[in-house]
């Protein structure tokens, strides 16, 4: 079965420092998300990408968090400089293009801790 | 904005008894639902959806439940099993947005 890999599985940081977390979506899929989620609490939308440009982000997806599609099979997520409250599971999604469905198959999520 | 919630954070129910989970949207132009399960460790897995324009969808083992007129749907897991202890995640997306949002998750525990 497809499935979307992601590393590091989990990565140890200094504030300020920049991280940049990588995944592999599926590969005939044409939609990539990242998604967080600070531990014990819901899963949080970042950003959607499609056509190699940000389709929708959310207000956590501020001008410290850029993504790129650097060629045809990798999808990364780079936070410029960390921050505690950056501490979370970082999850990435892919979907196909689907009309009225959009069932996002995730990664195991790269744990990222800022001390 | 949407919001997403569930009703009960925890749930315990017995081995081979059916379980209920519920949930709670509050954006009326949303359209489309997704259940999501999470194993300790592991992402969001997906369970089942619906679109708005149905009230119920069956799989296997599991039902979902759409009432749009309260804004309310359920995940029915018949014959609950040790291996569907996990939290569960409701979803919801509307109109051309392809973002889901999350609820915060129900931690159900099968007992022996």
């Known amino acids: 079965e497809p499935e979307v890999t992601q590393t590091p599985s989990h990565q140890v940081t200094q504030m300020g420092q920049e991280v940049i977390l990588r995944c592999v979506p599926i590969?005939?899929?044409?939609?990539f998300y990242w998604y967080r989620q600070i531990l014990g609490q819901k899963v949080e939308f970042l950003v959607s990408?499609?056509?190699?440009?940000?389709?929708?982000k959310s207000e956590i997806f501020d001008d410290q968090f850029s993504v790129e599609r650097p060629d045809g099979s990798n999808f990364t997520l780079k936070i410029r400089s960390t921050k505690l409250e950056d501490s979370a599971m970082y999850f990435c999604?892919?979907?196909?293009?689907?009309?009225?469905?959009?069932?996002?198959?995730f990664g195991a999520g790269s744990r990222l801790t800022v001390l | 904005g949407e919001s997403v919630g569930l009703h009960l954070p925890t749930l315990s129910v017995q081995e081979g008894d059916n379980s209920i989970i519920n949930c709670a949207y509050s954006?009326?132009?949303?359209?489309?639902f997704i259940w999501y399960k999470q194993e300790s460790g592991k992402g969001p897995q997906f369970i089942i959806d619906?679109?708005?324009?149905?009230d119920k969808r069956q799989g296997q083992r599991v039902t979902v439940l759409l009432n749009k007129t309260v804004k309310h749907l359920s995940l029915q897991i018949a014959a609950t099993q040790p291996g569907d202890s996990a939290v569960y995640f409701c979803?919801?997306?509307?109109?051309?947005?392809?973002?889901?949002?999350f609820g915060s998750g129900t931690q159900l525990t099968v007992l022996p």
């Open positions: 590969s005939n899929h044409l939609y």
């Open positions: 999604a892919s979907s196909a293009l689907v009309s009225g469905a959009n069932v996002l198959t």
């Open positions: 954006n009326s132009a949303s359209d489309y």
């Open positions: 979803a919801a997306a509307s109109g051309s947005a392809r973002q889901l949002t």
């Open positions: 619906i679109r708005s324009n149905m």
């Open positions: 990408f499609y056509n190699n440009e940000i389709s929708e």
